[in-house]
């Protein structure tokens, strides 16, 4: 299963044509994709149009829905965070955290533009769909 995460969301509900808001056009309608309940979050906050924010939430309904923390994701998350710390790196969001957590634990793979989550790619197994060009 396909996880789409809320740097693609945006951009897809922005108009931003991107290599991932590409992918996830190709996949809407061919492939199951999935979404959490932190992403449903983070991805509806920001609309401004209450129209806007019905269309997403409808769009965002329609596709399957994970609950992604519990106590042993929690667990597992901060684990993540101190394996990366040790290695030099500075995790900054910890919603990137849970979804890229989440993910490697469940063997998602993860749509996403946000270069965050490289060093889980890089050091903790997760997946990428697409993944974004190196800088």
């Known amino acids: 299963m396909t996880v789409v ?4 969301w945006v951009d897809y509900f922005n108009g931003r044509a991107t290599r991932a808001t590409n992918m996830l056009d190709s996949l809407l309608g061919r492939k199951h994709l999935a979404i959490g309940d932190l992403i449903i979050t983070e991805v509806l906050q920001g609309f401004r149009s209450s129209s806007r924010f019905f269309t997403a939430k409808e769009l965002l309904l329609s596709l399957t829905i994970y609950e992604m923390l519990g106590v ?8 993540n965070v101190r394996i990366l710390r040790r290695r030099g790196i500075t995790v ?35 997946c990428p769909t697409d993944p974004p060009p190196a800088s």
Do not use: M, N, Q, W
């Open 72 to 79: 042993d994701l929690a667990i597992k998350s901060a684990e």
């Open 92 to 126: 900054r969001s910890t919603a990137d955290v849970i979804i890229a957590t989440f993910c490697i634990s469940d063997g998602h793979d993860l749509l996403f533009s946000d270069k965050d989550y490289l060093p889980f790619v890089e050091h903790l197994g997760l």
């Open 5 to 8: 995460d809320t740097s693609v």
